[in-house]
């Protein structure tokens, strides 16, 4: 079965420091891995999304690799802010018009 | 305004009420999609549909219907509600082909008593 795991699913660290956020999946044959962010109450905003030929994507603070041998992606944010805290998903397409998410890491800023 | 809304935002019914909830996009995007999102599930897919009138169940059709007779609306039906279908709803469309990201309404919360 294809799965998609986020560990841990709550992190806490201080305004300013940089974080990473880790994704797993048990297929290595995708075409494309998406990073998610969900505000509470909220629909699901687009953040990052990587074709299975790259190996990183970077917007802003927000950079996101890609290692389809070790079946890994990861979402790296630089200088954390308040405004970043809110639960990020990591999506996969594994080539069948169906996106498989993850549960999400739940991130809270701490000011 | 352009962009992919649902109504109701919130919605409480009786266990065996039927229920449509309602998702409809202005970019006319090939696809849409109908999730559920659970706590400890992550978002499971209901539904989705690749055009007018072409749909396919997802990872949870079970006690759903869909229908798609204009590409810009997706309802999704709860034919008889149960408390396990009390959930958040999500729809999302997307241009054709795997390259493209999906784009999200804000969601439906349902409660069935």
């Known amino acids: 079965k294809q799965e998609v795991t986020q560990i841990p699913a709550a992190l806490s660290v201080p305004e300013g420091e940089n974080l990473v956020l880790n994704c797993s999946f048990t297929?290595?044959?995708?075409?494309?891995l998406q990073w998610f962010r969900q505000d509470p109450g909220k629909g699901l905003t687009s953040l990052l999304l990587?074709?299975?030929?790259?190996r990183e994507q970077t917007s802003g603070r927000l950079n996101a690799s890609l290692d389809k041998s070790s079946g890994r992606s990861t979402l790296y944010i630089a200088a954390s802010q308040p405004g970043d805290s809110a639960t990020y998903l990591c999506?996969?397409?594994?080539?069948?018009?169906?996106?498989?998410f993850g549960t999400g890491t739940r991130l809270t800023i701490i000011p | 305004d352009a962009g992919i809304t649902q109504s109701p935002r919130y919605k409480i019914t009786e266990t065996g009420r039927q229920v449509t909830l309602m998702c409809h996009q202005t970019?006319?995007?090939?696809?849409m999609f109908w999730y559920r999102q659970d706590l400890g599930h992550g978002l499971r897919l209901i539904y989705y549909?690749?055009?007018?009138?072409?749909?396919d169940k997802g990872e949870v059709p079970d006690g759903y219907v869909v229908s798609r007779s204009k590409t810009e609306n997706f309802p999704l039906t709860l034919e008889s509600a149960t408390r396990s279908q009390t959930s958040v709803y999500f729809c999302?469309?997307?241009?054709?082909?795997?390259?493209?990201?999906?784009?999200f309404g804000p969601g439906t919360r349902l409660t069935v008593l």
């Open positions: 297929d290595s044959a995708i075409y494309n």
């Open positions: 999506a996969v397409y594994f080539g069948n018009e169906k996106l498989t």
């Open positions: 970019w006319s995007h090939s696809y």
């Open positions: 549909s690749a055009a007018a009138d072409i749909t």
């Open positions: 999302a469309s997307k241009r054709e082909g795997t390259s493209d990201t999906q784009y």
């Open positions: 990587i074709q299975s030929s790259q």
